[in-house]
Nanobody, 124 residues
């Protein structure tokens, strides 16, 4: 199983970026896919996830209303659309997958799969 991220880069505050994660190695329709991020000196933080087959999306409090997770189960791709970026969004962003749940609004699950990460830098 492979998760490969792309789309990171540098952006000024207020701008937008779209991250892409391509999944391969198995069918991901029943796999929760999502995004985490880790800033220097901080713990890895949940950003967003979405269950397959048109399921629910969940977001971390710090990104609600600004980020949108989009799944394309036909092509095994998950996107993270990031709008109204802030300097505090600067981090390495990781794609993640879980055969159970990543987050269901109450409980967090430990990812079974991780991507290699992509850097996002937001300047003020």
């Amino acid at each position: 199983v492979q998760l490969v991220e792309s789309g990171g880069g540098s952006m000024q505050a207020g701008g937008s970026l779209r991250l892409r994660c391509a999944a391969s190695g198995r069918s991901f329709e029943q796999v929760d896919l999502g995004w985490f991020r880790q800033a220097p000196g901080k713990e890895r933080e949940f950003v967003a996830c979405k269950t397959g087959s048109g399921g629910s999306a969940y977001y971390g409090d710090s990104v609600k209303g600004r980020f949108t997770i989009i799944r394309d189960d036909v092509n095994n791709v998950v996107y993270l659309q990031m709008d109204s970026l802030k300097p505090e969004d600067t981090a390495v962003y990781y794609c993640a997958g879980n055969l159970g749940i990543l987050y269901d609004g109450v409980t967090y699950g430990k990812p079974d799969y991780w991507g290699q990460g992509t850097q996002v830098t937001v300047s003020s």
